[in-house]
């Protein structure tokens, strides 16, 4: 019980820099916000956390089946891996100050169904590619191969259920132009930390092994 906490302390240590840091997200959810009322941004939040338990399962199936098969493929799945979160590392090193506003400010929230709302989020993260390794790098890094798939599987639900929270809480606050604005003059020291946090785990996935 104790190397799981560690694993899931280990994994939310690096996945809350990656959701806190401003990005296509959180736009989106603050548009949605805007333009179609609290109501539907929150269920585009619930969307994208449903969609990130998509990656994370395919992720957990995909990386035994991997490391199964050949010791090769696992080490070129590790490598990418390290390239990605190295470079995540330095996007977000150079990223700086993040604009959050929105030209659409003075635009009427318009109706939008729930059904449409939850499915833009979904779709929106479903099919998003960089996911895909993302989650293979740090599970790669981080999680033990003899830790049991529902115990990973339960570190996916953690991990959706504290994106859908900070999504809702980006539709209950970061609608405020006030808390938007301090939100943005914080962003360059949060892309700074969450650079040293994807290269620091980049680094740490290298020296792993298969076996």
């Given at each position: 019980m104790?190397?799981?906490?560690?694993e899931l302390?280990?994994?939310?240590a690096?996945?809350?820099?990656a959701?806190?840091a401003p990005?296509?997200?959180?736009?989106m959810v603050?548009?949605q916000?805007?333009l179609h009322?609290r109501k539907a941004?929150v269920l585009?939040?619930?969307g994208?956390?449903?969609?990130l338990m998509?990656?994370?399962s395919?992720?957990?199936l995909?990386?035994?089946?991997?490391i199964?098969?050949?010791i090769?493929?696992?080490n070129?799945?590790?490598?990418?891996g390290?390239?990605?979160?190295?470079?995540?590392?330095?996007q977000?090193l150079?990223a700086?100050k993040?604009?959050?506003?929105?030209?659409?400010?003075?635009?009427?929230?318009?109706?939008?169904s729930?059904?449409?709302?939850?499915?833009?989020?979904?779709?929106?993260?479903?099919?998003?590619?960089k996911p895909?390794?993302?989650?293979?790098?740090i599970?790669?890094?981080?999680?033990?191969l003899?830790?049991?798939?529902?115990v990973k599987f339960?570190y996916?639900?953690?991990?959706?259920s504290?994106?859908?929270?900070?999504f809702v809480?980006?539709?209950l606050?970061?609608t405020?132009?006030?808390?938007?604005?301090?939100?943005?003059?914080a962003?360059?020291?949060?892309?700074r930390?969450?650079?040293?946090?994807f290269?620091?785990f980049?680094?740490?996935?290298?020296?792993?092994?298969?076996?």
């Amino acid at each position: 019980m104790h190397q799981y906490l560690i694993e899931l302390a280990s994994l939310m240590a690096v996945f809350s820099f990656a959701i806190v840091a401003p990005g296509a997200d959180t736009a989106m959810v603050i548009r949605q916000a805007v333009l179609h009322g609290r109501k539907a941004a929150v269920l585009t939040s619930f969307g994208i956390g449903t969609s990130l338990m998509f990656h994370v399962s395919y992720t957990i199936l995909g990386l035994g089946l991997i490391i199964s098969k050949s010791i090769l493929l696992f080490n070129i799945v590790k490598w990418l891996g390290v390239a990605y979160l190295v470079f995540l590392g330095i996007q977000s090193l150079r990223a700086g100050k993040v604009s959050l506003q929105q030209d659409v400010a003075a635009v009427p929230a318009a109706r939008q169904s729930a059904g449409r709302a939850f499915l833009l989020g979904f779709l929106a993260n479903a099919l998003n590619p960089k996911p895909v390794i993302f989650f293979l790098s740090i599970f790669s890094a981080v999680v033990s191969l003899s830790t049991p798939s529902a115990v990973k599987f339960g570190y996916g639900l953690v991990m959706a259920s504290c994106l859908i929270a900070w999504f809702v809480g980006v539709s209950l606050f970061l609608t405020m132009p006030q808390m938007r604005a301090g939100f943005e003059r914080a962003s360059t020291w949060i892309n700074r930390a969450s650079g040293a946090v994807f290269i620091a785990f980049g680094l740490k996935l290298a020296t792993e092994k298969a076996g």
